[in-house]
């Protein structure tokens, strides 16, 4: 059973930037895409970028397009996002999920788009 553990969450300035992983310690995420999600209090779980299992394909939202970085090191069983220039609006849970399918599903962002496994996600807090 693939178990997503997602890291680097906590509290950035306005502007600022964090940087979250997902992994697991035991199955190889090499053979999965991989989507990030975040979950604000009240609101739905949103699509936030998806990676290709060879990290040749992204895609992103557009509220985070040019400020958000999806990368994989497959040697490193580690999918990465890379948040720059973060607003208080960023501000939620983030989560990571693996699709069996080696693309990005063309409903990537939809949670219920056929994503297998999920993290248990990170906070993360945007405020000065």
């Known amino acids: 059973q693939v178990q997503l553990v997602e890291s680097g969450g906590g509290l950035a300035q306005p502007g600022g930037s964090l940087r979250l992983s997902c992994t697991d310690s035991k199955f190889t995420l090499g053979y999965y895409a991989i989507g990030w999600f975040r979950q604000a209090p009240g609101k739905e779980r949103e699509g936030v970028s998806c990676i290709s299992s060879s990290g040749s394909r992204t895609a992103y939202a557009d509220s985070v397009k040019g400020r958000f970085t999806v990368s994989r090191d497959n040697a490193k069983n580690t999918i990465y996002l890379q948040m720059n220039s973060l607003d208080p609006e960023d501000a939620a849970v983030y989560y990571c999920?693996?699709?069996?399918?080696?693309?990005?599903?063309?409903?990537?962002?939809?949670?219920?788009?056929?994503?297998?496994?999920w993290g248990v996600g990170t906070q993360v807090t945007v405020s000065s």
């Open positions: 999920a693996a699709d069996r399918l080696l693309g990005c599903r063309s409903n990537w962002y939809l949670p219920s788009s056929g994503y297998d496994f």
